[in-house]
Nanobody, 122 residues
Framework: HVQLVESGGGSVQAGGSLRLSCAIS????????FGWFRQAPGKVREGIVS???????TYAESVKGRFTISQDNAKSTLYLQMDSLKPEDSDMYYC?????????????????RGQGTQVTVS
């Protein structure tokens, strides 16, 4: 059973930073594509970032240069460093994973996702 558990969300002023973490269950270690997307209730999902098994990353234009995705060596934790935050970044952020590295990009269709963590920028 794949489990992804996000943490690190909160409230921050515009221009500030937050670091989100995603604890990855062992059953998800074989996944070759991880990422983050954001979505508010009733709104369209917005993919923002991905990282594949080779460490290659892709970023949506809306976050490029401000957000950084990374993963620890054990691949047990996924991170999203968010800098220069803007009010429009306020959203529910979800950690996601898919088995295949094919089609691994920020707009990928994810097979697994966590429960989300709220980010509010004012």
């Amino acid at each position: 059973h794949v489990q992804l558990v996000e943490s690190g969300g909160g409230s921050v002023q515009a221009g500030g930073s937050l670091r989100l973490s995603c604890a990855i269950s062992e059953s998800a270690y074989s996944s070759n594509c991880f990422g983050w997307f954001r979505q508010a209730p009733g709104k369209v999902r917005e993919g923002i970032v991905s990282i594949d098994s080779e460490g290659q990353t892709t970023y949506a234009e809306s976050v490029k240069g401000r957000f950084t995705i990374s993963q620890d060596n054990a691949k047990s934790t996924l991170y999203l460093q968010m800098d220069s935050l803007k009010p429009e970044d306020s959203d529910m952020y979800y950690c996601a994973a898919s088995p295949s590295s094919r089609g691994c990009w920020w707009g990928a269709v994810w097979m697994y996702r966590g429960q989300g963590t709220q980010v509010t920028v004012s």
